[in-house]
C-alpha cells in the first residue's frame, strides 16, 4: 500500500487543458503530502555543511515558486473581478469587498499590504509569464523584463520582486528629467533594473536597498528638480508606526514647506532673549528661591530634534484655536478623545483595565488626556448598561477668557524657573488636577508652556502655590531637599539683582 502511495505521489500532473477547480485543488493537496515527507526528510537525511547549503539553495528557490503561484493566483482573481464588473453578472446588491485588495486580504487573512506586493508584480510581469498582466486578452508589454526574468526562473521573492518593480518605478521620473532623451532615460532605467536584480540574486536585501540608496543619490547628484509627478512619487508625511511608545513619521518637503517647518521650530529652537538692557544692574537671574535669592535654574535636558518638534506642534495646536482652519465633520478642528470618569480621576496602573481612546489614534494614554484635560472643552456624557447616551451635559472651558487674561498679566509666560517662553507658547495648567477635584480659579492655575506641562504630568516635579505665586519643587531623586524656586525671568524685579561675578560665586 506505501508503495502504491509512492508510485501514485509520482505519477506526472495532468495536461493543463484537462484541469478544472477540483482537480486543480487535488493537486495542491497532493502537493502538501510531499511537502511533509520533505520537511521530515530535511531534518534525518544526512548531509554535511556544504551539502545543505545547496538544499537550503533549491529550498528558496522553491519557495519563490510558491510566491509565482500567488501571484498568479492574486492577478487570476483581479481579472475575473473587473471582468464581472464590466459585464454587471452580479446582482445589484453590493459586494462586501470594498476592492479586490481587500478581498483576498479577508479569504486569505494576510495584510492588505502583502496583497498589494503580489498585485504590484503582477501588473509589472511581462508577456511570456503565467501571471503576466492582461487587456483585451491580449498580454501587455514588458514593463520591467528583468525582473520578470528573474522572477519566472524563480530567482526572485515576492516581496524582493515588488521592492525592485517600485523602485524603478519611483526613479523613472526624476531619471527622464535628467536625462536628453526617452532612450538614453530607458538605457538608465535598464542599467538601474539590472544591477538591482543581480545584486537581490548574489547578495542580502540589505544589499539591495543600499543599492537603491546609492543609485538615488547618483540622480538626485544630476540635478533632479521636484515637478508635479515627483511630488506625487516622494512628497508628503509617511507614518512608519509606533515604536518604543513613540509614533515614527517620516517627512518630504519642498523647500518652501522646509522653511515653513522651521520657522515654526524657531521660537523653541532658538528662545528669545531679554527685552531690556542689564548693562547698569550686571547680570539679571531666571531663577530664584522662595526668599528672593537668585539660583542656578535647571537645565533644558531636550535634544535639539526636540525642541522642532515642540515647536512645530505648538504652531499646529495654535493654528487649531484659531478657528480659521477648514471645518471637519460639521465642527472646527480639534483634537477629541474620550475616557471614563473613573480612569480619569485614578492612577493609571498599566496592569488595570482602562477606557481612553482618541479619534484618529485609537487607544490613548490616559496621562496624556489629562495632560489635554487643562486646556479642554469637557462635555460630560452619562452612558446606560448598553452604552446608549442617557444624558450629555454642555461644553465647560476650564479657564475662561477672562481668567486667562489675569494669569497672562500675573505669570506673563512659563512659571519654570529659567524658561523663557512667553505667554504666547503657554497653557493654563490647574496645579490640583482638574480631574481630582481641582478647581478653575486663578490660586489654583499656573501658566506653562508645552514641554514643561509634560513635565509636571508626567515626572515628579510639582508646582505649590504660594501667595498666589506658582512654586516648583523638583522630585526627590533629583533634589532631595526639594526646594521652591520660581520663574524671575518675566518677573525680575522679584529677584535680588547681583553682579555676574556675585552670582558665579
Known amino acids: 500500500m506505501d508503495e502504491h502511495k509512492s508510485s501514485k505521489n509520482t505519477d506526472p500532473p495532468p495536461p493543463i487543458d484537462t484541469l478544472n477547480i477540483q482537480t486543480l485543488r487535488a493537486l495542491l493537496k497532493r502537493q502538501r503530502e510531499l511537502d511533509a515527507v520533505l520537511i521530515e526528510a530535511i531534518s534525518r537525511v544526512p548531509a554535511s555543511p556544504s551539502e545543505l547549503d545547496g538544499l537550503g539553495v533549491d529550498l528558496e528557490s522553491y519557495s519563490h515558486q510558491t510566491g509565482r503561484a500567488q501571484v498568479a493566483f492574486a492577478a487570476r ?94 526613479l523613472r521620473t526624476p531619471i527622464e528629467q535628467v536625462t536628453k532623451s526617452l532612450a538614453e532615460a530607458e538605457a538608465l532605467l535598464a542599467e538601474l533594473e539590472t544591477d538591482l536584480v543581480s545584486t537581490a540574486q548574489s547578495a542580502t536585501p540589505k544589499a539591495v536597498e543600499r543599492s537603491i540608496k546609492n543609485w538615488e543619490h547618483r540622480i538626485n547628484a544630476l540635478g533632479v528638480q521636484p515637478s508635479q509627478r515627483m511630488k506625487q512619487d516622494y512628497q508628503g508625511a509617511f507614518y512608519k508606526g509606533k515604536r518604543f511608545g513613540f509614533h515614527e513619521w517620516m517627512l518630504r518637503l519642498d523647500d518652501l514647506q522646509h522653511e515653513t517647518l522651521l520657522t515654526a521650530a524657531a521660537p523653541e529652537v532658538n528662545p528669545r532673549s531679554a527685552n531690556h538692557d542689564s548693562s547698569d544692574l550686571g547680570e539679571l537671574s531666571l531663577a530664584a528661591d522662595e526668599n528672593g535669592k537668585p539660583i542656578e535654574p535647571p537645565k533644558d535636558q531636550r535634544s535639539i530634534n526636540q525642541k522642532r518638534l515642540d515647536g512645530a506642534i505648538h504652531a499646529m495646536t495654535v493654528g487649531l484655536r ?85 494669569l497672562y498679566a500675573r505669570d506673563r509666560g512659563c512659571t519654570f524657573p529659567g524658561c523663557t517662553s512667553g505667554v504666547d507658547r503657554c497653557e493654563a495648567h490647574h496645579v490640583q488636577e482638574y480631574s481630582r477635584g481641582g478647581v478653575t480659579t486663578l490660586e489654583n492655575a499656573a501658566m506653562v508652556c508645552r514641554h514643561h506641562h509634560h513635565l509636571v504630568h508626567e515626572t515628579g516635579w510639582m508646582i505649590l502655590m504660594r501667595d498666589g505665586v506658582p512654586f516648583w519643587s523638583p522630585p526627590f531623586e533629583e533634589d532631595p531637599s526639594q526646594p521652591l524656586t520660581r520663574n524671575t525671568y518675566f518677573h525680575p524685579e522679584k529677584s535680588f539683582i547681583l553682579p555676574r561675578q556675585k552670582m558665579l560665586a
Open 77 to 170: 482573481m483581479e481579472r475575473e473581478l473587473a471582468e464581472i464588473e464590466a459585464d454587471k453578472k452580479l446582482s445589484t446588491r453590493r459586494s462586501p469587498y470594498k476592492s479586490v485588495k481587500d478581498r483576498l486580504s479577508q479569504v486569505l487573512h494576510i495584510n492588505p499590504g502583502e496583497v498589494q506586493k503580489r498585485l504590484d508584480v503582477a501588473h509589472a510581469i511581462a508577456p511570456g509569464s503565467p501571471v503576466a498582466a492582461m487587456d483585451n486578452g491580449r498580454e501587455l508589454e514588458a514593463a520591467h523584463p528583468i525582473t520578470r526574468a528573474a522572477f519566472d526562473n524563480s530567482d526572485l521573492s515576492v516581496p524582493m520582486s515588488a521592492r525592485i518593480v517600485s523602485a524603478v518605478d519611483r
Open 322 to 406: 484659531t478657528g480659521k482652519l477648514s471645518i471637519n465633520g460639521g465642527y472646527q478642528p480639534q483634537i477629541v478623545v474620550n475616557i471614563d470618569h473613573k480612569t480619569l480621576e485614578s492612577e493609571f496602573n498599566t496592569s488595570a483595565l482602562f477606557r481612553s481612546d482618541a479619534v484618529h489614534s485609537g487607544p490613548f494614554n490616559p496621562i496624556a488626556i489629562r495632560q489635554l484635560a487643562c486646556n479642554a472643552e469637557l462635555i460630560p456624557v452619562v452612558l446606560g448598561s448598553k452604552s446608549q447616551v442617557v444624558d450629555a451635559g454642555n461644553r465647560n472651558r476650564l479657564f475662561s477668557a477672562e481668567q486667562r487674561k489675569i
